[in-house]
């Protein structure tokens, strides 16, 4: 299972640190085996909404080959969406088996025009810039339709990482890794398409 976490700059790293910490625990719990993330990117090194630098070995890879995509938000999102090149590249995910993202990185997937007759969801100060790009724009912290998983606003990182790891394995699996992480608030069994 290769999964693709896409960073650029101006991300909020909270959107991209919840997911990126709650995933590898299917590996280090072996749950699953062969699982690999690689930090994907438009350039190699990336500065993030508070300064901190991070340096990215993908740029611009082919995201077909992932069977997961996952993009965090931040206030960059706004202007990356009108960003041809960059947009070009995430419809690249297009047959991914899961994409997934937090806060306004569903303004990415909407650009990419792979929210189409979907129900999506986002931080709530972006719920009007993301309505013309889905079907209806769901206040709930998660959200599901097909392979598509989005999520609210930065703190919801954490959920939807545990949220896949439920959905890739199970509510007891899950449970194992918030008890790892010290995490109450997710509650499992509930994988149906709107988690409030």
């Not at 690999?36 to 909404?49: G, P, Q």
């Amino acid at each position: 299972m290769r999964i693709a976490i896409i960073v650029f700059d101006q991300m909020t790293t909270l959107d991209f640190a919840g997911f990126y910490e709650a995933i590898p625990w299917m590996l280090i719990l072996k749950a699953k085996e062969e699982v690999s993330w690689e930090l994907c990117s438009n350039k190699e090194e990336i500065t993030d909404d508070r300064g901190m630098t991070i340096k990215v070995k993908q740029v611009y890879p082919d995201l077909s080959q992932f069977n997961i995509v996952f993009i965090p938000g931040g206030l960059s999102t706004r202007k990356l969406r009108f960003d041809i090149e960059f947009i070009s590249w995430i419809q690249s995910a297009r047959n991914a088996e899961y994409k997934v993202s937090v806060c306004t990185g569903a303004l990415m997937w909407g650009a990419a025009g792979l929210l189409e007759g979907k129900k999506a969801t986002t931080n709530p100060s972006a719920y009007e810039l993301l309505e013309p790009y889905c079907t209806e724009v769901v206040k709930a912290r998660i959200v599901r339709d097909g392979n598509i998983i989005t999520s609210g606003g930065a703190s919801a990182s954490i959920d939807v990482g545990l949220y896949l790891i439920e959905l890739l394995t199970s509510s007891d699996f899950v449970q194992q890794v918030q008890e790892k992480m010290d995490y109450p608030f997710y509650r499992p069994g509930q994988l149906s398409d709107i988690y409030v």
